[in-house]
């Protein structure tokens, strides 16, 4: 019993010395990235080479989309690989190279490649996200919009969180005719003329965030 806790706790030690070792990777990671937030141009290429330079060459995310054509290739020697994956979208692995001094064994920790496999796809979930949205947005001919009145704002926050007509009418208790006019309302206010671009410029103008 005694072992098996000593083993527990030796075990733990290591995880958090190699979480302690490897944090600036994460940092300097999740910094980049901000860099990259709103970008619309290879930033899944961008992103790939930014992990291989901060893991100084022993890990490699490769994503199916990469452009391969230049012929500039190179072979490299997998140790182990995660699947790179947020919300059941899957966007490729990550590998690990082998230890240079220990092939058997990986050249990164496998607790924080694991990590490293999720975080990236959290980051690219996100950067896909708001490249997409960047990218709808600048189609956009809006105004920033002036005084929004309480139960204007209500079904404005409503309409961005995927509520049609009758739901809206439901939540708040109101006609559909009434809703219809508000978000009348809300597009003159907007300067547009499509429902759909509601939510986009709503979020543009920082009127809505999922986050609330």
Do not use: W
């Not at 992990?51 to 997998?78: A, C, E, I, K």
């Not at 309302?185 to 965030?209: C, P, Q």
């Amino acid at each position: 019993m005694e072992q098996n806790q000593l083993k527990i706790s030796k075990a733990n030690s290591t995880n958090s010395a190699a979480m302690e070792n490897h944090a600036q990777l994460i940092v300097d990671l999740m910094s980049f990235c901000q860099t990259l937030c709103k970008q619309t141009n290879k930033v899944g290429e961008r992103l790939c080479k930014e992990v291989m330079r901060l893991t100084h060459g022993r890990v490699r995310l490769s994503l199916p989309f990469q452009d391969l054509s230049n012929g500039r290739y190179v072979p490299f020697p997998v140790s182990v690989s995660f699947p790179v994956q947020f919300c059941n979208r899957i966007y490729g692995t990550l590998e690990v190279a082998a230890d240079s001094a220990h092939p058997a064994m990986p050249a990164l920790p496998l607790a924080i490649a694991q990590l490293l496999a999720h975080i990236c796809g959290s980051l690219l979930y996100n950067l896909e996200l708001s490249a997409f949205i960047e990218g709808q947005s600048q189609r956009l001919d809006f105004q920033q919009p002036g005084h929004l009145t309480r139960r204007e704002r209500e079904v404005l926050d409503l309409i961005c969180r995927g509520y049609d007509q009758q739901a809206i009418a439901a939540r708040l208790n109101i006609a559909t005719a009434t809703v219809d006019t508000y978000q009348k309302r809300i597009r003159e206010k907007f300067g547009i003329h499509s429902e759909r671009d509601i939510a986009l410029v709503a979020y543009r103008t920082n009127l809505f965030s999922i986050l609330e």
